[in-house]
């Protein structure tokens, strides 16, 4: 089974407008990370943001927030506020604790922010 | 300066040919990775290690192994290439972090084709 499962091959949202990008996780674990990466058209991975299954608010950073529905098992990320430099490839991606570690990742969703 | 180095950033080598992929990084972490990614596959683990010592097979290691000479490299080897490794690869080093998160952090990532 899909460890990270992102249903949204591809988005468009208007420049100024919130997105939201879909991420759901497989895990029999209590204890996890959930993560989101952005990776521009020039290749690099960036990290974005954060969130422990243990935490209790849900994680912002900056126009990034993750919306975490522990017993959904989903992870979405809203984007506030679109800048054209939004414009990426964003990967959801799942740490187990007890699995050595291992990171698993979605296949991506790629946004495009429209003027 | 970037915290994560990879070279080379680019290479072209041919069937059977042996290449190694180099990763450096300055961010004193213990624990280093290296994947690929192919279109629409998001990013599969071929080699982890935790430290200097410990080296882990992932997902798909078959046909590449690796060297950790130094806490800050890490290089990957394909012993002898052939078109289906043909792909993008990153090198990400992480450690546990102030909340144990372990954020996985990444390199450029280099673009092999391998003809």
């Not at chain 1, 990466?37 to 974005?48: R, T």
């Amino acid at each position: 089974a899909q460890k990270i499962t992102q249903t949204q091959p591809g988005m468009f949202v208007q420049e100024k407008e919130a997105v939201t990008l879909d991420c759901t996780y497989d895990t029999s674990d209590q204890s996890y990370g959930l993560f989101w990466y952005k990776q521009p058209s020039s290749g690099e991975m960036i990290f974005l943001i954060y969130q422990g299954s243990y935490d209790e608010q849900n994680a912002t950073e900056g126009r990034y927030s993750l919306n975490f529905q522990k017993a959904r098992k989903s992870a979405n990320l809203v984007i506030s506020a679109s800048q054209l430099g939004d414009s990426a490839m964003y990967f959801c991606a799942m740490r187990e604790e007890y699995n050595f570690n291992k990171f698993y990742f979605g296949s991506g969703t790629k946004l495009n922010v429209k003027p | 300066d970037a915290d994560v180095t990879q070279t080379p950033r680019n290479r072209i080598t041919k069937t059977g040919k042996r290449i190694m992929l180099e990763c450096s990084q300055t961010k004193g972490h213990d624990r280093m990775y290296w994947y690929r990614q192919d279109p629409g596959l998001g990013l599969q683990l071929i080699y982890y290690s935790f430290d200097v010592k410990d080296i882990n097979k992932g997902e798909i290691s078959d046909g590449y192994s690796v060297s950790r000479q130094a806490q800050a490299k890490f290089s990957l080897s394909l012993e002898s290439a052939i078109p289906n490794q043909t792909a993008l690869y990153f090198c990400a080093t992480s450690d546990t972090g102030d909340r144990g998160q372990d954020t996985q952090y990444f390199g450029p990532g280099t673009r092999l084709t391998v003809l």
